[in-house]
């Protein structure tokens, strides 16, 4: 922002010095307008020189060489007018880029901000509040439910269930036993559980996230602007034009006049205007994109990295079948088991009462129930005693039960009635209904890789992906994995698109990140570079259709720019244009080039047809 409002300080300073250099010379006092001008340009110079300096330490070539000569070469043949011309065309339009470029910022507040602070540490069986970095490694720890495991540890309790979807991306409840090891960052279930702390807070997984996170930021690779690459030519060829003026006439007048019509405004403001279009159109479409930068990278990806669990799939469980047992039907058997899962705070519950929902079967009432922690619910619905939660729990009260088989990613809620297996009520994580078409649709525009990067089983990964039309499947990974295999996956520009804390490190390294779903206060986003704010992914082939469309205006109207610039210069040269003259000129040059990017505001052909083509699959 303080940038921001620097230039724009500076374009509001040279309109008061060009309005001042006017007021001057009606008055008749040019010569204090000259000076006045003069000294207002040439300090712009020299701030402009140090900058065009440092770019070319860091081995940035950009257009700031001709500026430069333009402003130089006016002030010297006493075109102070044409001058400050220029130096209003260069200050708009670094205020304008500055604009278009400007970028959420990319620091770990978000992550941190979700990092607990302070942990239960258990004296003499009393806990005891603590900062989470004086955590030893043998403490007792107190995590309360719901509560987020500060560090890395070991479970003293005998069972206990977390939600570990945040770092491996698994959709389903996790159940641990006495001695398994819990990683820091994962959610604990609803009941109270004690650990062991093994490791201090900065070598736990959570903590190495945000560590990852920096690292991945630091070693992104830069992103040339768009205009910069034809800074050298057109340089190159203004000055040559300039300079053969100037000998066939052997006044310096004739090169200033052809230097003004030189400035490099079609470039600098044209590209900027049309990806200020592109970001508007995208935020239009549900995608909050961060940069003009992103956008031109989005329109040249070349791999695309998919997370599953609330990527690919809808990362919530659903009902895939319901199994009863002899003497009950479907329909009663849910209806049933989710009027008892109402008093239940287990994930797969939400899932069964949706299905009543969707099923418009009317759910029961009771004033007895009673949760058992980690193993289901007791209640009695409609005088039926039920039992509903996992295999042992029933099994407690039927004996053994003949088990149905579970098919890749789904769970099962197991359900007793007044004392005799029921039946059961099987959830999965289901595929978007709209990413296979996500993925053919990058495969046939140009995408030459699509990849499943995830926490989940190898097993569960194939399943989705073969659903999803994905042939390369990466499972069991952690978020280091996830960046490691980002950074080597070839060829590039490479798109990664997931959410959740896990994907926030190699949402960072991508080329392009892309965090999905209405998850936008999570560190994913905070790390993506662009947010996909409605919970579809049918937003990655329209995002990366509008980037398309935005680069290509852009350079049309770079190339317009360039094709009316040189032709003025080539009349320059005849000495036909005067400086103002020629500077206001170049006023028209940059309009007709903004006019022509502000087309990126327009929906892409490529849009409108995806579009046609998601309405015929409804």
């Known amino acids: 922002m303080e940038t921001l409002l620097r230039r724009y300080m500076r374009v509001v300073l040279t309109c008061i010095i060009a309005l001042l250099y006017g007021v001057l010379t009606l008055s008749g006092q040019k010569p204090l307008g000259i000076w006045s001008g003069g000294l207002y340009v ?23 060489i001709l500026a430069v000569v333009a402003m130089v070469s006016t002030l010297a043949v006493g075109e102070v007018l044409a001058s400050i011309i220029v130096v209003l065309m260069l200050s708009g339009g670094e205020a304008l880029e500055d604009y278009a470029q400007h970028r959420a910022a990319r620091d770990l507040e978000n992550l941190l901000k979700h990092s607990p602070a302070i942990a239960h540490v258990l004296k003499d069986g009393a806990p005891q509040d603590v900062d989470v970095e004086n955590v030893e490694p043998g403490d007792r720890l107190l995590i309360k439910p719901n509560e987020i495991v500060p560090v890395d540890s070991t479970l003293i309790s005998d069972e206990a269930s977390f939600d570990e979807s945040s770092l491996t991306g698994e959709s389903l409840p996790v159940t641990k036993s006495t001695g398994d090891e819990i990683l820091s960052g994962v959610v604990n279930g609803t009941t109270a559980v004690t650990v062991t702390a093994i490791k201090r807070a900065h070598e736990s997984q959570f903590q190495q996230i945000v560590a990852l996170m920096s690292e991945a930021e630091e070693n992104r690779a830069p992103i040339v602007r768009l205009a910069d690459r034809y800074a050298i030519p057109f340089t190159v060829l203004s000055l040559v034009i300039g300079g053969i003026a100037w000998f066939v006439s052997g006044s310096a007048t004739r090169f200033a006049e052809v230097m003004v019509l030189a400035t490099p405004c079609p470039l600098l403001i044209a590209a900027p205007v049309a990806f200020i279009g592109g970001q508007a159109q995208a935020s239009r479409n549900g995608v909050i994109v961060k940069s003009g930068a992103v956008l031109e990278q989005l329109s040249r990806i070349q791999s695309a990295l998919f997370d599953k669990t609330g990527t690919l799939t809808r990362g919530t469980p659903e009902v895939t079948r319901i199994v009863p047992a002899r003497g009950w039907g479907e329909d009663e058997l849910l209806r049933l088991t989710a009027s008892a899962e109402k008093y239940s705070t287990h994930a797969l519950a939400r899932g069964i009462i949706q299905a009543t929902q969707d099923r418009s079967l009317r759910l029961s009432d009771t004033d007895t129930a009673d949760e058992v922690a980690t193993n289901g619910v007791r209640a009695v619905i409609d005088g039926h ?157 329209e995002v990366v259709a509008i980037s398309r469309h935005t680069v290509s205006v852009a350079l049309t109207a770079i190339w317009l720019g360039i094709i009316l610039s040189v032709g003025l210069m080539l009349v320059a040269a005849t000495g036909a244009i005067p400086a103002v003259f020629g500077a206001l000129t170049q006023e028209v040059v940059d309009l007709v080039a903004i006019l022509y990017a502000l087309l990126a505001l327009r929906s892409p052909r490529t849009l409108k047809k995806l579009r046609e083509e998601e309405r015929t699959h409804r």
Do not use: C
């Open 42 to 64: 040439a300090f712009f110079i020299v701030v402009t020189l140090v900058g065009m300096i440092r770019d070319m330490v860091r081995g940035n070539w950009g257009l700031d």
């Open 385 to 541: 005693d039920l039992r509903v939660g996992k295999r042992s729990f029933i099994e407690e009260s039927v004996g053994d039960i003949d088990v149905p088989a579970l098919k890749p990613g789904e769970g099962a809620a197991f359900v007793a009635i007044d004392g005799a297996y029921a039946g059961a009520v099987m959830l999965a994580d289901q595929i978007r209904p709209e990413t296979p078409r996500v993925i053919s649709w990058l495969r046939d525009n140009g995408v030459k890789r699509v990849s499943m990067l995830t926490g989940d089983n190898s097993h569960t990964a194939q399943h989705i992906a073969d659903l999803a039309g994905i042939d390369d499947v990466q499972a069991d990974l952690l978020p280091p994995d996830k960046v490691r295999l980002a950074a080597e996956t070839t060829p590039g520009p490479v798109l990664m698109v997931g959410d959740g804390i896990n994907d926030a490190p190699v949402l960072a390294r991508a080329d392009v990140g892309l965090a999905i779903g209405a998850k936008s206060a999570t560190a994913a986003s905070e790390a993506a570079d662009g947010v996909i704010l409605r919970n579809s992914l049918r937003s990655v082939p």
